[in-house]
């Protein structure tokens, strides 16, 4: 699957209406740690097919941002049945995020 | 620019320069905090010191051992490490230099402050890098724990961002910094406090003081500012690494005490030397590449 692009417009049907865990990568452009990050998700996205993975630019979304309490990026919040499950602040490794999905 | 610079001058440090520098490739070491090694009064168990021999003696024999070598070795702290074009920047107090990799070499010396509510609040609130979370509060009041010149830095990159900065020096020594937006507290720190996230801190003598997020910038940047930062991959405070010493950045190497495992002189110059050989034989790939 590829990686979907979660704006203001979308999150409501893509996440909390979703169907199974979604992986949501919250990060921006000017990140330098969110850059360490993307391959990750991305290979992610490339590997699994039990979760959906987007990502959310905090520049674009900063209410989405502010309402799951982001406040260092990159986080990266799991969502199941449309609410928050596990969050991690900063990089970190695709077993760490695999292991909260099985 | 550098083809590779160290930072930190204990075993696992100084080791990788000892072999990349034989390699003729173009080194530099920072060095600035004591190495962990420093501390040890007398090492007993490392290979052909029969009467065994002081930590802080073997470490400045490292040092002159690669300054013989012609390696350049610059005491100077380092404040942050960069990715850039081609490379990397290290940013010291003094200078900023560029180089093709870098070789993380830090020791296991840990910053964290042993406040109240610190850990607690780790991401809600509490931050370990400005540059990457200021966005976060513009326009709010934010606090930087800290005095020394890696405070004052993390500072700078607030300045332009928050409404108002307050450094909190815990009881330490007041550092000189003027700007309209930058006060300083040198009272002792009690707790960090708050609901959901970061609300207050109260000082020892019960006074308080209101703010929406504070900066970690005690003592120097150490393994986990310069990983914060550059987004390397941890376990807890110590650095991932495979056999060869790569973190998950390319041109980015770990060895010694920051990765963890044993702490041990001999598992440092192993660690150092492998770093070393690595680098030469990655940037000999990446020229071949380029050509």
Do not use: H
């Amino acid at each position: 699957m590829s990686v979907l692009r979660i704006t203001n417009n979308n999150f409501e049907e893509e996440v909390l209406k979703a169907e199974g865990p979604v992986i949501i990568d919250f990060y921006a452009d000017w990140c330098g740690p969110c850059k360490m990050m993307s391959p990750i998700i991305d290979s992610i996205a490339e590997e699994i097919n039990n979760a959906k993975v987007g990502k959310i630019n905090v520049d674009e979304a900063q209410d989405l941002a502010a309402m799951y309490n982001v406040m260092s990026i990159p986080t990266i919040i799991i969502f199941k049945d449309g609410k928050p499950y596990k969050k991690f602040v900063g990089v970190t490794s695709k077993e760490n995020i695999l292991n909260e999905l099985n | 620019m550098y083809d590779v610079t160290i930072i930190g001058a204990g075993p696992a440090g100084i080791s990788a320069s000892l072999y990349t520098k034989r390699a003729n490739l173009n080194t530099l070491v920072l060095y600035n905090d004591k190495s962990g090694l420093e501390k040890a009064e007398k090492i007993e168990n490392y290979y052909g010191f029969e009467n065994g021999i002081d930590g802080e003696s073997l470490y400045n024999t490292g040092i002159s051992q690669t300054k013989k070598l012609g390696v350049e070795i610059k005491k100077e702290e380092v404040l942050k490490i960069e990715i850039a074009e081609n490379g990397f920047e290290v940013t010291t107090t003094k200078n900023t230099y560029t180089s093709k990799t870098v070789i993380i070499a830090t020791g296991n010396k840990k910053n964290m402050p042993k406040i109240k509510g610190i850990k607690e609040f780790e991401g809600k609130g509490v931050s370990y890098c400005a540059i990457c979370d200021g966005f976060f509060y513009r326009g709010k009041d934010v606090a930087v724990l800290g005095n020394g010149n890696y405070a004052i830095s993390e500072t700078n990159d607030l300045i332009n961002l928050a409404k108002q900065i307050t450094i909190l020096t815990n009881g330490k020594e007041v550092p000189s910094i003027r700007a309209e937006n930058v006060k300083v507290i040198p009272k002792e720190i009690r707790e960090v406090r708050g609901e959901e996230r970061v609300e207050e801190i109260e000082f020892e003598d019960n006074s308080k003081l209101k703010i929406d997020g504070i900066f970690i910038a005690e003592g120097t940047a150490g393994t986990k500012e310069f990983a914060k930062k550059l987004g390397i991959l941890t376990n807890g405070d110590k650095i991932i690494i495979n056999e060869k010493m790569e973190t998950n950045i390319p041109g980015i190497y770990a060895c010694g005490d920051c990765t963890g495992g044993l702490l041990q002189i001999s598992k440092a110059v192993y660690e150092g030397a492998t770093a070393g050989l690595e680098v030469i034989k990655y940037l000999k790939n990446k020229r071949r590449k380029e050509k």
